[in-house]
Structure formats: C-alpha cells, structure tokens
C-alpha cells in the first residue's frame, strides 16, 4: 500500500522533498501563507515587485546543479550578475566582487518554487497548530480546527522554533531542535517613479542597521517600476524585533538615505516585512544528518536550519531526508 506523507512547508525544502518523494508516496503539502515559495518569495503590486526574502543562491553542489539544470533552460533561473559595492556611510564605494555564479528565479523569487509546486497537491492558507498521533495514523489540526489525515509521516520544513512546537516533546530528536537558534531579519521596500541612478546594482553595506540594498528592478527579466530591496542585519533586527514597525521603518528609511548620501523623495510604494526566523546560527562542533527523522514516531523534519541559512542548504538537506525516507518506505 503507497504510503501517506504530509509535508508542512512549501518553501524550497518542502516542495523539493515532495518532487523526491512523488514517486515513493502520496504526499499533500501544508501551507500557512496564500502562495509558496517560504523565503524565496515575492512582494508585488501593479507598478513594483521585491524579492524581499532570499535575494539569490548558489549552486555549489553537483546535486543542486543537476536539479537547477531544467529551470535554468526553461529561463525560470536565471543567472544574475550586478556590479556589487561595498557601502558605508562617509565614505567612497569600493567594488565587490562576486567569485562564483549567483542565481536568482526569473522574473520573481517565487517562480522555482511556483515551478516545482505545479505537479504537487497544496493546502494554501493552512496553517497547521497541532499533531495527533492515533492508532491509524497522524491527524493534523489546522487553524480552522480542520482535521487533515491520517498521514503514514508528517514531515516537516517549518522554521526550528515552529517544528519544536508542533512535534512532542517525547521525540528523542526534540532537544536538538528545540535549541536551534534562528536569527530575524527586516526587509523594506521601496518603489519610486524616478531612478536614482547609483552607479551599482548591488551593494553590501558596513557600520550601520542597513546589511544589504539591491536595485531589485536590476534583477533578469524583471519588468518592475525601479525598486529598491533594503535588508538589515541579523543582529539589529533581533534587537528590534518587537519594537513599533512604524517606528522601525522610519529608522530604516532614513538610515537608507545617509547610507546613499540621498534624500528618497516621494517614494510610490513603502512596506516593512518582518522575518522572525530568517537565518540560523551555525555551530561548528553540532554533528548531524542535515536532516531530523524518527523512525519510531514517523516524524522528520529539514530545512536550511538543519545545515546552514541557504537556499542550497534547504534543498540538500530535503535530499538526505528523502534519500533515507526512500529506504524506509
């Protein structure tokens, strides 16, 4: 009997999970937000888009590579190549150079994601809050108090703190995600009529709140209004996490201007995006698979956090997760 998998997660994780496991399993994949994509996303209005989760990715793997290799000659990854600046407030710009290809999805973020998520069956808008294990299997509890199941696995690609809550604290592997650390990140947008014509497309920026700006109408195949994607550090928005957004994007709108040495006159389009888990901190002397699996409970889990804050990361450690699964089922 072909056995049921649930995946929670659409991100690049839970989808490249689903397309490795399609063949071995029946799975249905759960998904709190109204598109996929996780990180990998894409805000857009009629005038402007903002890629204002993962800006790009890597390929560094000769899985990842093999795996990219029909999107890119379907022109759905593109390769992205801009002039990189370094920045700091008071003083000159300095090229950047970037020594292996960069990647992004082409003309949005999202579009890998929406991509692979064609062939699969997903539950948009269903955000799951709990797991209930009976003899027959695994239900899961959604926002609505809509039981789905039962489910053979439950998998899931959520944020380390998010897995944590859903799984029980029985599970031999919890103390391992329990203590995962996760760090947050804000992303402004900004649209504008007028081109401020900075002679760089890119730039990653020193001494301030401020950790990277891009000219995201710059991107392949983008057909945006110019539009500028401000991210801060990892460190300023755990500070700043719970503080006024209104007053957050006050700051970072006029930290914007004295990083560029220019007022930002009229913007179009403003928004402020809050990412309480958007990276992981990485410890060296923590051994592990890449994944998380529990073959007495039927539960795993994957994700960037499970190796290190990556799109590639995400993607691999899904393939350890389904090579095992493969095995088991």
Not at 10 to 28: R, T
Not at 40 to 45: A, E, G, K, L, N
Not at 95 to 114: G, I, Q, S, V
Not at 141 to 146: A, K, Q, R, S, Y
Request: charged share 20%.
């Amino acid at each position: 009997m072909t056995k049921k998998i649930a995946i929670i997660g659409a991100g690049i994780a839970g989808l490249s999970l689903a397309e490795h496991l399609k063949s071995s399993a029946s799975i249905e994949i759960f998904e709190k937000a109204r598109g996929v994509g996780g990180r990998m996303s894409t805000r857009y209005t009629d005038e402007f888009q903002f890629d204002h989760g993962a800006q790009f990715f890597t390929a560094r793997s000769p899985q990842f590579q093999g795996f990219l290799k029909p999107y890119i000659q379907k022109n759905i990854v593109k390769e992205w190549a801009p002039k990189v600046v370094t920045l700091a407030s008071g003083e000159k710009p300095y090229k950047r150079d970037w020594f292996e290809t960069h990647y992004t999805a082409a003309p949005k973020m999202n579009m890998l994601c929406k991509a692979i998520a064609a062939h699969h069956n997903i539950n948009l808008k269903t955000e799951i809050k709990s797991l209930i294990q009976e003899p027959t299997g695994w239900f899961l509890t959604d926002h609505n108090d809509t039981l789905h199941g039962p489910f053979d696995w439950v998998i899931s690609t959520a944020p380390a703190p998010q897995t944590a809550h859903l799984f029980p604290h029985v599970m031999a592997e919890y103390n391992q995600i329990s203590t995962i650390q996760m760090t947050g990140c804000y992303s402004l947008m900004i649209g504008l009529n007028e081109n401020l014509n900075l002679n760089w497309d890119a730039a990653k920026v020193k001494n301030s709140p401020i950790g990277w700006i891009a000219v995201n109408s710059s991107k392949p195949l983008c057909r945006s209004g110019y539009s500028l994607l401000i991210q801060t550090t990892n460190e300023w928005a755990d500070a700043h996490i719970e503080d006024d957004q209104d007053q957050v994007k006050a700051t970072l709108l006029n930290e914007v201007e004295k990083v560029l040495d220019s007022e930002v006159k009229n913007p179009a389009y403003t928004s402020l995006h809050r990412w309480r888990y958007a990276n992981t901190v990485v410890d060296e002397d923590d051994n592990h698979d890449g994944y998380v699996l529990n073959k007495d409970l039927n539960l795993g889990a994957c994700g960037d956090w499970c190796i290190e804050g990556h799109v590639e990361s995400a993607f691999l450690s899904a393939l350890s997760l389904a090579n095992e699964l493969k095995q088991t089922l």
